[in-house]
Nanobody
Framework: QVQLVESGGDVVQPGGSLRLSCAAS????????MNWVRQAPGKGLEWVSG????????YYSDAVKDRFTISRDNVKNTLYLQIKNLKPEDTATYFC???????WGNGTLVTVSS
């Protein structure tokens, strides 16, 4: 069955960095565009970033561009999100999803606090 398992979330200070990972299985990962979506405490879902199947093109929301970098390894079937210069407003649970949103992981929590 399809599985998406995120990891890498942590408590970090403002200005810090993290790399989130999403291990995919149960489908042909290299054929599927992927997204990162986040949900801040008490708020709705927010699309953060997307990447094409081969990884040649990446897309970002205005809130995170210049600080977030999405990438993928189609040999390891893993999606990544490199985050730098973390801000308190980045505090959220981060989910990886297939492009159409038909499959989601359980999320990984990022907390930005001094």
């Amino acid at each position: 069955q399809v599985q998406l398992v995120e990891s890498g979330g942590d408590v970090v200070q403002p200005g810090g960095s993290l790399r989130l990972s999403c291990a995919a299985s149960g489908f042909t990962f290299r054929d599927i565009w992927m997204n990162w979506v986040r949900q801040a405490p008490g708020k709705g879902l927010e699309w953060v970033s997307g990447i094409t199947a081969a990884g040649g093109n990446a897309y970002y929301s205005d809130a995170v561009k210049d600080r977030f970098t999405i990438s993928r390894d189609n040999v390891k079937n893993t999606l990544y999100l490199q985050i730098k210069n973390l801000k308190p407003e980045d505090t959220a649970t981060y989910f990886c999803t297939t492009y159409l949103g038909d499959y989601w992981g359980n999320g990984t929590l990022v907390t930005v606090s001094s």
